[in-house]
């Protein structure tokens, strides 16, 4: 291997030649471009540059390099640089080089959008969902009616799958939640009630709660993070791989295929998974009241059966029915919405369970609302 070499010459007052000798490879410490400049500087009249490269025996990116900043440096200063001597190699990847300009390092800031252009764009983004939803909401609500008329098209086991995944499943996460919250419940009603005496009334406390309208809503928050992420991802999975666009192709409706049996299996498996985490709840309160209030079984139970009406349980389950329904539509809602990349299945994900979340607060805002005024 020959060392490199870089020598200068001048053929005429305003043209300085640039000679390349030895192997220019990463194994040579390659010169810096600074002194190509230090004779640019020192001959004023310097207008032209010139390179011989007979005696150049290899070269690889290093030479490519140094090339490529004495031309950046010939072009800031106005001089002309000739590059027909150059290998044909070497020539073919300067061009490629300079095909693609540089991006500039500064860039200016983008300009701010102004307050009411945002205002209005947040706005109709808003108005479009608003439509989106009112549309897909409508087309399952045709999808029930064809269900009902027996006309609906979709796979018995998918329905069966659904409420196993849905029910079954489900039983040991909404077990946990429970009897934690009517421990929960428990507790603060008993230390509150304690100072008065009248630590029997947090059986009346435990049992409203959680059969007029605790079970229900911790469970649909339970299937909100659970079954209908689950649902979003599934559909999203879906979008992404073109699957309902086939199912579109081949004529099968995909609100009666996808969303009809996780509607019908969430809607039929809601009311059962209240009523279940309602007796854990009344559980969860009944170990507060004998272990710490030293309560008799027997009062507690008799307690809780004096307080709870028919019209709380018919309460609780009407709202776990309806949460139901909300938690579905919400996930395959923003599942069939996603766009078709893994990033945007994660975010209708997330989307999905935010939708149902607020979906079953505002549901459980508007049936306390009703019960109210119909004095329920």
């Known amino acids: 291997m020959e060392p490199l070499s870089l020598h200068f010459s001048k053929k005429e007052p305003d043209t300085l030649v640039i000679g390349l000798a030895g192997d220019w490879t990463r194994e040579n410490a390659p010169p810096a471009a600074s002194e190509v400049e230090k004779q640019l500087e020192a001959g004023s009249q310097i207008r032209h540059l010139l390179f011989e490269t007979e005696e150049l025996a290899g070269w690889d990116s290093v030479l490519l390099t140094f090339l490529i900043r004495v031309r950046n440096l010939a072009s800031s200063k106005n001089i002309a640089l000739e590059e027909k001597d150059f290998p044909e190699g070497v020539q073919r990847l300067l061009a490629l080089a300079s095909a693609v300009p540089e991006r500039a390092r500064d860039k200016k800031e983008p300009a701010r959008i102004p307050v009411l252009e945002r205002l209005g764009e947040s706005t109709l983004a808003f108005w479009r969902s608003l439509l989106d939803m009112t549309d897909f909401i409508g087309q399952a609500a045709t999808a029930l009616i064809r269900l009902v008329r027996g006309k609906a098209r979709f796979r018995r086991s998918d329905l069966l799958l659904a409420i196993q995944q849905c029910g079954v499943q489900a039983l040991p996460i909404v077990s946990l939640i429970s009897i934690l919250v009517g421990l929960i419940l428990a507790f603060i009603g008993a230390v509150q009630l304690k100072i008065f005496g009248a630590q029997i009334y947090v059986a009346s406390l435990v049992g409203i709660g959680m059969v007029r309208a605790l079970a229900a809503i911790m469970t649909g928050i339970i299937m909100a993070g659970r079954t209908g992420a689950s649902f979003a991802a599934h559909l999203g999975t879906m979008q992404a791989n073109e699957e309902i666009d086939a199912l579109t192709t081949l004529g099968i409706s995909p609100m009666e295929f996808l969303v009809l049996p996780r509607m019908v299996a969430l809607f039929l498996m809601m009311p059962l998974l209240s009523i279940y985490a309602d007796l854990m709840g009344i559980l969860g309160g009944l170990m507060i009241g004998v272990w710490m209030l030293d309560l ?80 329920i």
């Open 296 to 375: 008799n079984f027997m009062e507690y139970f008799a307690m809780t059966r004096k307080s709870v009406h028919l019209n709380d349980f018919w309460v609780g389950l009407t709202s776990a029915a309806v949460f139901g329904v909300l938690v579905a539509l919400s996930g395959c809602l923003r599942g069939m919405q996603s766009g078709r990349n893994a990033g945007a299945v994660g975010e209708a994900t997330t989307s999905a369970v935010v939708t149902s979340i607020v979906s079953i607060v505002v549901a459980m805002a508007v049936i306390t609302v009703v019960c109210h005024l119909l004095n």
